[in-house]
Nanobody
Framework: QLRLVESGGGLVQPGGSLRLSCAATGSSLDRYAVAWFRQAPGKEREGVSCATTRSDVTNYADSVKGRFTISRDNAKNMVYLQMHNLTPEDTGVYYC???????????????????WGQGTQVTVSS
Protein backbone atom coordinates (compact mmCIF):
# COMPACT_ATOMS: atom_id res chain seq x y z
CA GLN A 1 0.00 0.00 0.00
CA LEU A 2 1.47 3.30 -1.08
CA ARG A 3 1.77 5.97 1.62
CA LEU A 4 2.62 9.60 0.95
CA VAL A 5 3.97 12.13 3.43
CA GLU A 6 4.41 15.79 2.56
CA SER A 7 6.84 18.23 4.15
CA GLY A 8 8.41 21.61 3.53
CA GLY A 9 5.45 23.89 4.10
CA GLY A 10 5.65 27.01 6.21
CA LEU A 11 5.24 30.76 6.37
CA VAL A 12 6.83 32.76 3.57
CA GLN A 13 6.63 36.40 2.51
CA PRO A 14 5.09 37.39 -0.82
CA GLY A 15 7.65 36.97 -3.57
CA GLY A 16 9.42 34.23 -1.68
CA SER A 17 10.07 30.60 -2.53
CA LEU A 18 9.42 27.21 -0.98
CA ARG A 19 10.14 23.65 -1.98
CA LEU A 20 7.65 21.00 -0.93
CA SER A 21 8.65 17.36 -0.70
CA CYS A 22 6.57 14.20 -0.81
CA ALA A 23 8.06 10.96 0.44
CA ALA A 24 6.52 7.70 -0.74
CA THR A 25 6.73 4.41 1.14
CA GLY A 26 5.19 0.99 0.75
CA SER A 27 5.58 0.77 -3.02
CA SER A 28 7.88 1.90 -5.79
CA LEU A 29 6.88 5.36 -6.89
CA ASP A 30 7.97 4.78 -10.49
CA ARG A 31 4.71 2.87 -11.02
CA TYR A 32 2.60 5.97 -10.33
CA ALA A 33 1.78 9.27 -11.86
CA VAL A 34 1.99 11.98 -9.21
CA ALA A 35 0.33 15.29 -8.59
CA TRP A 36 0.14 18.22 -6.22
CA PHE A 37 -3.16 19.72 -5.13
CA ARG A 38 -3.96 22.56 -2.79
CA GLN A 39 -6.93 23.69 -0.77
CA ALA A 40 -7.43 27.21 0.48
CA PRO A 41 -9.77 27.92 3.41
CA GLY A 42 -13.37 27.80 2.28
CA LYS A 43 -12.46 26.65 -1.23
CA GLU A 44 -12.45 23.35 -3.07
CA ARG A 45 -9.28 21.36 -3.54
CA GLU A 46 -7.65 22.22 -6.86
CA GLY A 47 -5.00 20.55 -8.97
CA VAL A 48 -1.71 22.42 -9.14
CA SER A 49 0.60 20.17 -11.13
CA CYS A 50 1.11 16.57 -12.20
CA ALA A 51 3.75 14.37 -13.78
CA THR A 52 3.69 10.96 -15.44
CA THR A 53 5.87 8.12 -14.21
CA ARG A 54 9.02 9.40 -15.93
CA SER A 55 7.95 13.04 -16.10
CA ASP A 56 7.70 12.87 -19.87
CA VAL A 57 4.40 14.70 -19.42
CA THR A 58 3.85 17.47 -16.88
CA ASN A 59 0.91 19.81 -16.52
CA TYR A 60 0.27 22.91 -14.46
CA ALA A 61 -2.71 24.96 -13.42
CA ASP A 62 -2.75 28.28 -15.25
CA SER A 63 -2.39 30.12 -11.94
CA VAL A 64 1.04 28.59 -11.26
CA LYS A 65 2.57 28.24 -14.73
CA GLY A 66 6.01 29.77 -14.88
CA ARG A 67 6.29 29.89 -11.08
CA PHE A 68 5.97 26.26 -9.92
CA THR A 69 7.94 23.24 -11.07
CA ILE A 70 7.11 19.60 -10.31
CA SER A 71 9.91 17.05 -10.24
CA ARG A 72 10.43 13.53 -9.05
CA ASP A 73 13.31 11.29 -8.08
CA ASN A 74 12.08 7.74 -8.55
CA ALA A 75 15.29 6.29 -7.14
CA LYS A 76 14.58 8.08 -3.86
CA ASN A 77 10.79 7.65 -4.03
CA MET A 78 10.38 11.41 -3.79
CA VAL A 79 8.28 14.08 -5.47
CA TYR A 80 8.95 17.80 -5.21
CA LEU A 81 7.15 21.04 -5.91
CA GLN A 82 9.42 24.06 -6.28
CA MET A 83 7.44 27.27 -5.84
CA HIS A 84 8.72 30.74 -6.70
CA ASN A 85 7.26 34.25 -6.60
CA LEU A 86 4.62 33.18 -4.11
CA THR A 87 1.53 35.33 -3.53
CA PRO A 88 -1.11 35.28 -0.78
CA GLU A 89 -3.39 33.48 -3.26
CA ASP A 90 -1.02 30.49 -3.04
CA THR A 91 -1.88 30.00 0.63
CA GLY A 92 -3.44 26.66 1.47
CA VAL A 93 -2.84 23.07 2.42
CA TYR A 94 -0.81 21.31 -0.25
CA TYR A 95 -1.38 17.63 -0.90
CA CYS A 96 0.64 15.05 -2.76
CA UNK A 97 -1.31 12.41 -4.70
CA UNK A 98 -0.54 9.34 -6.81
CA UNK A 99 -2.30 7.35 -9.53
CA UNK A 100 -1.32 3.78 -10.42
CA UNK A 101 -2.76 4.09 -13.92
CA UNK A 102 -0.26 6.81 -14.70
CA UNK A 103 -2.48 9.72 -15.55
CA UNK A 104 -1.48 13.37 -15.81
CA UNK A 105 -4.36 15.06 -17.58
CA UNK A 106 -4.26 18.67 -18.68
CA UNK A 107 -7.14 19.29 -16.31
CA UNK A 108 -5.76 17.92 -13.03
CA UNK A 109 -8.68 16.24 -11.31
CA UNK A 110 -9.10 14.82 -7.82
CA UNK A 111 -10.88 11.81 -9.31
CA UNK A 112 -7.71 10.69 -11.14
CA UNK A 113 -5.71 9.99 -8.00
CA UNK A 114 -6.15 7.12 -5.57
CA UNK A 115 -3.50 7.82 -2.95
CA TRP A 116 -3.16 10.97 -0.88
CA GLY A 117 -0.90 12.43 1.74
CA GLN A 118 -2.06 14.31 4.81
CA GLY A 119 -1.04 17.72 3.50
CA THR A 120 1.38 20.47 4.46
CA GLN A 121 0.39 24.07 5.18
CA VAL A 122 1.76 26.89 3.07
CA THR A 123 1.04 30.43 4.22
CA VAL A 124 2.12 33.41 2.15
CA SER A 125 1.85 36.57 4.18
CA SER A 126 3.84 39.65 5.12
Amino acid sequence: QLRLVESGGGLVQPGGSLRLSCAATGSSLDRYAVAWFRQAPGKEREGVSCATTRSDVTNYADSVKGRFTISRDNAKNMVYLQMHNLTPEDTGVYYCAADPVGGCPRRISIATYDYWGQGTQVTVSS
